[in-house]
């Protein structure tokens, strides 16, 4: 995942139990990554891409129930989320789940729109169906923030916000006094703006209250380094887009499908899945909303 978890919460009066959650937070995000990581030659992710066609692995519980959320996200979105977009690619630095480095967003990539993956519940049991690479960038952060989030349930916290490098976010109960966790919705860098460069109501998007809810973000901050996993081709259509749901896993993914999708077929995924809604920039810099945060 290589990224940076925080832990914010509410103040209370045991701070000693909350430490302990925390740590015990921490400690899943940990044991996650040495699940979901492309980069340990033992993780799950690094022994599922290494099945020829027609094998399987056996991986465990958290890797399996990510992985079937993924498919889920496949299924739902016809193939604007993949975890196997960067197949036919070499190396642990190839596509995320319909990301790459910006030095190969003039290359072709095979078609990723097909399921290559196949679980068996019963023995938590992976098989591909042809030799893939598997990647969970798109999607682990936002799976890891919400089991971060069970554990702090599991300790009695009773509010907190985590976020896995500020790009997936979920936060359940409110501070004393709030309605919900402040969050900022801002453009990215060089985004260009319809009013005057560098304004502070042009940067900022919008300011909310989180609540028993969570968010994710995906953009072309870092260069064009999203590609449409159907096609193969680099994101044109948007710059940036926000996606929430109910829970972290589904927003991580869908940031990264709505990033792809054209803007009707984005409103017309929220209408269908009324606990979903997004903010997208176009590249012409204006945002447009779909459904209520």
Request: aromatic share 6%; with cysteine.
């Given at each position: 995942?290589?990224?940076?978890?925080?832990?914010i919460?509410a103040?209370?009066?045991?701070?000693?139990?909350?430490?302990?959650?925390?740590?015990?937070?921490?400690?899943t995000?940990?044991?996650?990554?040495?699940?979901?990581?492309?980069?340990?030659?033992?993780?799950?992710?690094?022994?599922?891409?290494?099945?020829?066609?027609?094998?399987?692995?056996r991986?465990?519980?958290d890797?399996?129930?990510?992985?079937?959320?993924?498919?889920?996200?496949?299924?739902?979105?016809?193939g604007?989320?993949?975890?196997?977009?960067?197949?036919?690619r070499?190396?642990?630095?190839?596509?995320?789940?319909?990301?790459?480095?910006?030095?190969?967003?003039?290359?072709?990539?095979?078609?990723?729109?097909r399921?290559?993956?196949?679980?068996?519940?019963?023995?938590?049991?992976?098989?591909?169906t042809?030799?893939?690479?598997l990647?969970?960038?798109?999607?682990?952060?936002?799976?890891?923030?919400?089991?971060?989030?069970?554990?702090?349930?599991?300790?009695?916290?009773?509010?907190?916000?985590?976020?896995g490098?500020?790009?997936?976010?979920a936060?359940?109960?409110?501070?004393?006094?709030?309605?919900?966790?402040p969050?900022?919705?801002?453009?990215?860098a060089?985004?260009?703006?319809?009013?005057?460069?560098?304004?502070?109501?042009?940067?900022?998007?919008?300011?909310?209250?989180?609540?028993?809810?969570?968010?994710?973000?995906?953009?072309?901050?870092?260069?064009?380094?999203?590609?449409?996993?159907?096609?193969?081709?680099?994101?044109?259509?948007r710059?940036?887009?926000?996606?929430?749901a109910?829970?972290?896993?589904?927003?991580?993914?869908?940031?990264?499908?709505?990033?792809?999708?054209?803007?009707?077929?984005?409103?017309?995924?929220?209408?269908?899945?009324?606990?979903?809604?997004?903010?997208?920039?176009?590249?012409?810099?204006?945002?447009?909303?779909?459904?209520?945060?």
């Open positions: 995942m290589h990224t940076a978890f925080e832990v919460l103040p209370g009066p045991d701070s000693a139990k909350a430490e302990q959650a925390a740590h015990e937070a921490f400690r995000a940990e044991n996650l990554e040495s699940e979901f990581s492309s980069f340990l030659p033992n993780s799950d992710v690094s022994r599922v891409s290494r099945l020829g066609s027609g094998q399987s692995v991986v465990s519980l890797t399996f129930e990510c992985l079937r959320r993924g498919l889920e996200l496949q299924r739902m979105t016809g604007a989320f993949d975890m196997t977009a960067g197949t036919g070499e190396g642990p630095e190839s596509t995320r789940s319909g990301k790459r480095r910006n030095g190969e967003t003039g290359k072709r990539r095979a078609r990723a729109h399921t290559r993956i196949v679980l068996d519940t019963e023995n938590l049991e992976v098989r591909v042809e030799s893939v690479t990647d969970l960038g798109g999607i682990g952060k936002g799976y890891a923030v919400d089991r971060m989030i069970d554990v702090l349930k599991e300790w009695d916290i009773d509010a907190a916000l985590v976020h490098g500020q790009s997936a976010v936060a359940f109960g409110r501070p004393e006094g709030l309605s919900g966790w969050v900022t919705l801002r453009r990215p060089g985004c260009p703006v319809s009013g005057i460069p560098g304004a502070e109501s042009e940067i900022r998007i919008r300011r909310m209250k989180l609540s028993d809810r969570a968010m994710a973000a995906s953009g072309l901050e870092k260069g064009p380094h999203i590609i449409d996993p159907r096609i193969g081709y680099p994101v044109t259509v710059i940036a887009a926000w996606a929430f109910d829970d972290a896993a589904t927003a991580d993914g869908l940031s990264t499908a709505f990033m792809v999708m054209e803007p009707e077929a984005v409103r017309s995924f929220c209408e269908r899945h009324p606990s979903v809604s997004a903010i997208t920039i176009g590249k012409d810099g204006a945002v447009r909303e779909y459904g209520e945060p």
